[in-house]
């Protein structure tokens, strides 16, 4: 599932998955990062919705309301999840591993969740979690609960090394980041050609 519900302060409230990355909506990066790597994507969005449905994904929104995070999407992700795990992963970060699933999967050693750490610090949006977590994490919400760290602290979870991709977890929160990866990204297809 990818993370494409939140307010995007930082980027003016602009809807980060479809601000335009070389070329085309930041999204469709993670998207053919992990399409391949998944069962089955899905896009967690609370506004512009068609948008999202043209891309060709199904499409679910929070169940949570006031602004819960992405612990909210994250949540809605679980109840409607239809396999024993969920792997989740924001828009904003147009350079996911390639190895992401796999190597969340061979490091969750019985865990509830496993999350990604880029050798400097957490990635806490980048996770496979059990579905049978759905019950917990809401009542983690609905207790206050809107802090990723809290939520992986309350529950069995594997952290998993990622540091030699640690530039993939670059993410677009501010306009200057937004430059900054459409030069790598349109100097990336430049080289590819």
């Known amino acids: 599932m990818i993370l494409a519900g939140g307010l995007a302060t930082r980027m003016g409230g602009q809807d980060k998955g479809l601000i335009p990355l070389a070329g085309r909506p930041m999204i469709s990066w993670v998207i053919e990062a992990i399409d391949s790597q998944a069962d089955a994507v899905i896009i967690n969005a609370n506004r512009n919705i068609e948008a999202y449905e043209a ?14 995070g992405p ?9 409607g999840c239809r396999s024993e795990w969920l792997v989740t992963m924001p828009c904003d970060t147009p350079r996911v591993p390639a190895v992401l ?3 969340l999967a061979d490091g969750i050693n019985g865990a509830e969740a496993a999350v990604a750490h880029d050798g400097q610090r957490l990635q ?8 049978s977590a759905a019950d917990r994490l809401e009542t983690f919400l609905a207790r206050g609960g809107r802090r990723m760290h809290d939520w992986y602290a309350a529950i069995d979870t594997a952290t998993v090394d990622f540091s030699n ?3 993939a977890f670059d993410n677009v929160n ?4 937004h430059a900054r990866m459409e030069a790598r990204l349109l100097g990336w297809q ?4």
């Open 71 to 79: 612990l909210a999407g994250i949540a809605a992700g679980l109840i």
């Open 124 to 131: 806490p949006a980048h996770a496979m979690l059990r579905a």
């Open 55 to 68: 891309l060709g994904y199904p499409v679910i929104t929070d169940h949570v309301t006031g602004a819960a």
């Open 190 to 193: 430049k080289e590819a050609r």
């Open 174 to 177: 501010t306009p200057e980041q």
């Open 165 to 167: 991709h640690r530039d």
């Open 101 to 103: 699933i796999q190597r």
